[in-house]
């Protein structure tokens, strides 16, 4: 096994079971609510949502911005400038953060209406919105977290920050809704508190100064903001597709399907979150090496990676598919009580499975143009398989085909992407300029 490899396994096997065990509190916190308080609240959950994707939307494109840019610097031996980065990273996150959570809190309920709650859901809908925004802070600083730690080789930090919020959350999920009996409020405040639990582990790390990076807040530049936000324009483009896909899906399911619908989607919608949490946790560990391979001129290094990383994507994706279509259905099994909901949900999950097996290698892509700085086709993919084509085939698909429609939209999005994705990679102009495929000579 290749020094490199080794590294990679070490960066990455961190960051994946950090997201893995993110995904899995989150599917815990949907379980609490729908078994404890019921499936209108686990609608109402969604139907918010697109509002905590904003946040992950504007948080992980800083963050991963700034760690592109720190990572390339070290890599050229500037790290000095790779803490200013570090500093002006952490404090854009800060601002644009209370930003968003000032707004959001003032326009709250037409926000709320917006996006699709009834006479139904719209009280659970305030109720988890409130604590919801409240966190934008909280979880933009996370976001940085995450990606500076790992940034500083510091992995297994980064992993345990997750862990550490992920266990608050899941106590206070149980204290809140099961003891207090404060509903899907308490999923809310429950989910606040984990935040501000692992920023704690975070604000130990740097205040201590475990590692290299010496973190300072520093008041960014708009140049910096930028140069970050292009960056990290691929990580945008997944979440903030992800909150306008979730405003799709709750529009389009609820006059097919109605509340039940959507608490059938909530879940699918779960469940693929943990499965491809597994690729992203890949790409948060490959990409600081890709960064600083590319930035050190280390071209050989990164051709070894490359291969590497693709073989295993692939072999992931077949084995993703065939749990989910083996034991999809126990998970759908813990999450709900009401049947037409499992009856839903067990269909489509046969359905929706076979988007994983090309799914791994669309983030793959866009995770490794991404690194390597060039954040516009990194951007490109991500919009392409999460928000145009899967729009597009939410609006279109349904009408012929009710639910299997809704369900196989992501299955279309995927597998038109996929073709973007090989065009990209192969296409020589990259090859040449990033080199993380051997070229013959001449070309």
Known sequence: MGMDTREFLRDMIPAAIALVFMSLYMIVDGAFVSVLVGSDALAAINIVYPIADLMYAFGSMFAAGTAVQVAIRYGQGKEKEANMDAGMGMTASIIVGMLLMVGFLFFLRPVCSMLGATSR???????????????IPCGMVKEMYLFLLRCDESPKWSMVLSIIG??????????????????????????????????????????????????????????????????????????????????????????????????????????????????????????????????AGEIERNQKLFRFCAGLVLITSVTIFAIAELFGGSLIQCMVTQQEVEILARKGMHM????????????????????????????????????????????????????NGIWLASVVAEGITLFVSLILLLLPSNRKKYQYIMCKAGK
């Not at 859901?121 to 966190?135: D, F, N």
């Not at 910096?224 to 997944?238: D, E, P």
């Not at 086709?377 to 928000?387: D, K, M, P, Q």
Request: with cysteine.
């Open 352 to 403: 929706y499975a076979f988007n994983f097996l090309a799914a791994g290698v669309n983030i793959f892509a866009a995770g490794i143009f991404t690194a390597f700085g060039n954040g516009f086709y990194g951007g490109i993919i991500s919009f392409s398989r999460a928000l145009v084509v899967l729009g597009g085939a939410l609006l279109i698909l349904p009408h012929f085909l009710g639910m």
């Open 166 to 295: 992920g266990v608050v959350n899941i106590i206070l999920d149980y204290l809140f809704i099961a003891v207090f009996g404060w509903g899907i409020a308490g999923a809310g405040w429950a989910t606040v508190i984990g935040m501000l639990a692992g920023c704690l582990v975070g604000i130990l790390y740097f205040f201590r100064e475990r590692g290299k990076m010496k973190l300072h807040f520093v008041m960014p530049t708009v140049s910096y903001i930028w140069g970050i936000s292009i960056k990290g324009l691929s990580n945008f483009a997944n979440n903030f597709a992800a909150a306008i896909i979730t405003f799709l899906y709750n529009i389009v399911t609820l006059p097919i399907a109605g509340e039940n619908g959507i608490a059938a989607v909530t879940i699918i919608l779960y469940a693929q979150f943990l499965f491809l949490s597994v690729f992203t946790g890949y790409m948060a560990g490959a990409a600081p090496l890709f960064g600083f391979h590319y930035g």
């Open 121 to 135: 859901t719209m009280q659970y809908c305030i109720e988890y919105g409130i604590p919801t925004c409240v966190a």
